[in-house]
Each structure stands twice: as C-alpha cells, then as structure tokens.
C-alpha cells in the first residue's frame, strides 16, 4: 500500500509504502488494532537512523443516513431510498463509494447511527433522531460496508419515514465517544462521522454549536448532499469561505467539516468522489495531534499489536 500527502495544488507527495498479508489483516477483522510502519526507500538508504515515516494506524468511522419524509417512500420508484432490483440508488452508491475507503483504515467500520428521524416500527410508534440502525442499540456496530449496505436494506422496510431534519444529535452523540477517548486512550484513535442526507437542516444553530465543540475532539464530520435540494448551508457548515461560528460567537477550533454534493460526482467514478470526500481528513488528524502535542508511537510501543492468530 502507497502513502501519499494530498496537496489542493496537485502536488502530492510521496510519504512511503507497506506491505500487509491476508494474515495480519485478519487480526483486524478478529478484533484486535493492526499497524504498520510506513517506510521511505529513499530516507532508508540516506539516513542512518531512519526507522520509518511513520505508522499506519487503523480508525473509528461512524455513519448517518437522513431518512426524513423528504427522501420520499422507499416503495415508491421516485424516493431517493428507493432499492431498484438492478442499481443501487444514491444512498447506496455515495456509502459505498466513501465507506469502502473509510475502511480501509477501520479494524471494524462502526455504523451505529443512522438519522435523522424516521417513526421506529415500536408500539406507540416513536420518533428518533440517531436509531441504530440494525435496532440493536447496545451493539449497533456493522461487520464491514457489506453489513452496512444489508442493514440499509433490511431497515426500510420496517421504517415509516418522518421529520424533520436534525444533524446536531448525531455529532453530539459521535462527539461523546471521541470525548471519552481522549480521557481514557490519550487520543491515540480519530473518528470520522459521514453523514448522508437529502435537504436543508432544520437545527442550524444547534449544528454550529455541536460543530464547534467537536473541533476540540479528535473527529471529522464528513456530509454527502443527495439530491437536488439547495445545499447552501451545508457550504457554511464546511468553513471553506469563512471561520464557521456557534450562535454565541465562539469559532471552531479548527477545520473538521467537509461537505461534497453527490450530484457532482453523480456520473465519475466511485474513486472520484471517495477522493473528494475525503480530502481535507489527512490535514484535520495532523492538526488535531498537533494542537493537542501528541506524536505518534515509536514502532516499539506497537510490538504487541502485530501478535496475531494461526
């Protein structure tokens, strides 16, 4: 595997490579964290004490699907959740596209929440705003983007969709589980929220508010705009024109939000977008360690991890 520096300019530079087998990725899939060390043949030969340019390191990544009235009735052809017997709809392909890089560095993809509210098949019928969306809220995680997109599709049907549109809940939620992180584990694991949704956000306010107290935590938040609908707030919210500000004025700390509208991608390629989505991820962890003082492990530290299974 190739590492690379992603510059906006197109002048990528070139970090090291690793290689990985079948049998330490397992180690992964069984649970336990995996790193590699990322080696630079050309500071290999011209250093002395070159070890490596640094490790590899698998992340948390948290999903969120809008399933708001607004998407339409997943029976009807015309509903953006609509699952056609031979293509998959926009959901589905802006998930895979960016889930299947996302990971590519998570031991487990973590798809706990799906938003905003639909009207949960209980009795009475209630309203959520962050439902896990395999209905097991004290274990919601899926095994893969393969497990995510089958637990999309057994989910519609047993869901009757409603509003409104609130994003604020998931960050603050996700938000938590970084929190504790940084209490317990020095930080040493970055989540990424992707959130999918179909229109205009109906709590602003509480969104800047969450925004802002998220970009003291070690996470990104990542929105695909689907559809058609007027996405002018979700540009606000991703602070490319202007420092991004909660109600009472405190600014983020710094850069976490990147918003990316799928019908611009809607005819390139998977990769295309997988590579726009996920852009401004390397520079927002690199500037979250940095804020923070926190350098990555010497490769010692990781020997234990690299323990794996017959």
């Known amino acids: 595997c190739t590492v690379w520096d992603w510059d906006s300019n197109g002048k990528h530079d070139y970090i090291g490579e690793f290689e990985a087998s079948f049998k330490e990725m397992r180690g992964a899939i069984d649970g336990r964290q995996v790193q590699w060390p990322c080696m630079n043949s050309k500071y290999k030969t011209k250093k002395k004490n070159y070890k490596n340019s640094g490790i590899v390191i698998l992340n948390q990544c948290k999903v969120a699907i809008d399933f708001t009235a607004s998407n339409g009735d997943p029976r009807n052809s015309c509903s953006l959740h609509y699952i056609h017997p031979f293509q998959p709809n926009e959901y589905l392909k802006a998930l895979v596209a960016v889930g299947e890089i996302c990971q590519d560095y998570d031991r487990h993809l973590t798809v706990s929440l799906f ?16 439902f896990a969306v395999n209905f097991n809220e004290e274990n919601p995680e899926c095994a893969g983007i393969q497990g995510v997109v089958e637990a999309y599709q057994a989910c519609l049907p047993k869901l009757q969709l409603y509003g409104p549109t609130n994003i604020a809940p998931i960050i603050q939620k996700v938000a938590n589980t970084a929190s504790q992180e940084v209490h317990t584990k020095e930080a040493m694991q970055y989540f990424i929220l992707l959130i999918l949704t179909d229109g205009v956000i109906t709590d602003m306010a509480d969104t800047r508010e969450a925004i802002v107290q998220a970009s003291h935590l070690p996470m990104s938040v990542i929105i695909v705009g689907i559809g058609s609908a007027d996405f002018s707030d979700m540009q606000m919210l991703d602070g490319d024109d202007g420092i991004l500000r909660s109600p009472k004025g405190e600014p983020v700390l710094r850069d976490i939000v990147q918003f990316v509208p799928f019908r611009n991608f809607k005819h390139a390629s998977p990769a295309a977008l997988a590579k726009s989505v996920l852009a401004e991820v390397p520079n927002q962890v690199v500037d979250y360690y940095n804020s923070k003082g926190i350098k990555p492990k010497v490769p010692s530290q990781f020997q234990s991890s690299r323990q794996f299974g017959p």
Do not use: E, G
């Open 115 to 130: 938003l905003p509210p639909p009207l949960l098949p209980l009795f009475p019928l209630q309203v959520s705003h962050d």
